[in-house]
């Protein structure tokens, strides 16, 4: 089992910049994949960005060269700094870790998940 608690979410400015974290705790261990998903109001959650145990890395199209996903696995850490935010990235936020190889930014691939940080960004 693991544990999995967002943080960094808040209100901006279209052009603006946030940094999301999220602390992973208990069987960590097991993670393969460490992923940032998000869900807007009245839309399916999507993925935004997936980092590997090798720290290989997937992006969504429409993040690409504006979003970062990283990990610091001494703290045992999931970041996602978001630059250049616009009004269409408002949503809740979730990061999600899979147990098994084969990184993909599908919501049903991933078994455990945080409780989400809002994000809202304002034109």
């Known amino acids: 089992q693991v544990e999995l608690v967002e943080s960094g979410g808040g209100s901006v400015q279209a052009g603006g910049s946030l940094r999301l974290s999220c602390a992973v705790s208990g069987y960590t261990v097991s993670v393969y994949c460490m992923a940032w998903f998000r869900q807007a109001p009245g839309k399916e959650r999507e993925g935004v960005a997936v980092?590997?145990?090798?720290?290989?890395?997937s992006y969504a199209d429409s993040v690409k060269g504006r979003f970062t996903i990283s990990k610091d696995n001494a703290k045992n850490t999931l970041y996602l700094q978001m630059n250049s935010l616009k009004p269409e990235d408002t949503a809740m936020y979730y990061c999600a870790t899979r147990s098994f190889m084969l990184c993909s930014l599908l919501p049903g691939a991933f078994g455990d998940w945080g409780q989400g940080t809002q994000v809202t960004v304002s034109s």
């Open positions: 980092i590997a145990r090798d720290r290989s890395i």
